[in-house]
């Protein structure tokens, strides 16, 4: 399967500030999804990409196929942006290890 | 986005019983699901995909006799933890996308499985 890193693994941030998640994939993919998870463990879907850049709000993302990565871009972080960010090539939708992020007041 | 549901949220079982999970996609036809298990802290583990009315394929290392999964109809598959023993405390996630590959695939809400 196709091996999926992401980095930082941990990042604390300031409420306000902006941030870029990394995930780089071993191998060419159909498309790549970001995902967001919650202190429920619930897992919302935050961009299905699989080349240029989507914004929704204040968050973006840019997958660069070629390049076998994807950044996801968020800005103005809130804390209920706090949570583990992860991300999976479609073909075979093995995860990452993820980000936590941790956003304080 | 599309609504996928799994059902019970939360399950307590005595080691050695049986436990079904089910997984339903609510307005959308599921050809592809998959089935993960998280350990806490720690990423999600894909255990098995399963395209509607074949075989699920199952991750390397993960018993298929033990995780039966049951992918029958285009709206529902079914995760059964068999003889389930402490170490199989979980949380386990359904996903679910409508065609085998190249499409969104959407998740349900999981189910803490605890084993006593």
């Known amino acids: 399967g196709i091996q999926v890193e992401q980095s930082p693994p941990d990042l604390i941030l300031q409420e306000g500030a902006n941030s870029t998640l990394r995930c780089n994939f071993s191998d060419s993919v159909n498309n790549l999804q970001w995902f967001h998870q919650n202190p429920w463990g619930q897992l919302i879907n935050l961009f299905y990409?699989?080349?240029g850049t989507k914004q929704n709000g204040r968050l973006s993302a840019t997958t660069v196929a070629t390049e076998r990565y994807s950044l996801l871009y968020i800005s103005s972080s809130q804390t209920t942006d706090s949570g583990v960010y992860f991300c999976?090539?479609?073909?075979?939708?093995?995860f990452g290890a993820g980000t936590r992020l941790t956003v304080k007041p | 986005g599309a609504v996928v549901s799994q059902h019970p949220s939360r399950v307590i079982c005595k080691s050695g019983t049986s436990v079904k999970i089910e997984c339903r996609s609510l307005?959308?036809?599921?050809?592809?699901m998959f089935w993960y298990r998280q350990f806490p802290k720690q990423s999600l583990m894909l255990m098995a995909t399963s395209n509607e009315g074949s075989k699920a394929t199952y991750e390397q290392g993960v018993e298929k006799d033990k995780f039966l999964i049951n992918h029958a109809s285009l709206t529902l598959s079914t995760l059964t933890v068999t003889s389930a023993h402490p170490e199989d405390s979980s949380f386990y996630i359904c996903s679910a996308r409508p065609s085998v590959t190249a499409v969104e695939a959407f998740f349900g809400q999981g189910t803490r499985l605890t084993v006593v």
């Open positions: 990409i699989p080349s």
């Open positions: 307005d959308f036809q599921a050809t592809t």
């Open positions: 999976a090539p479609n073909n075979d939708m093995r």
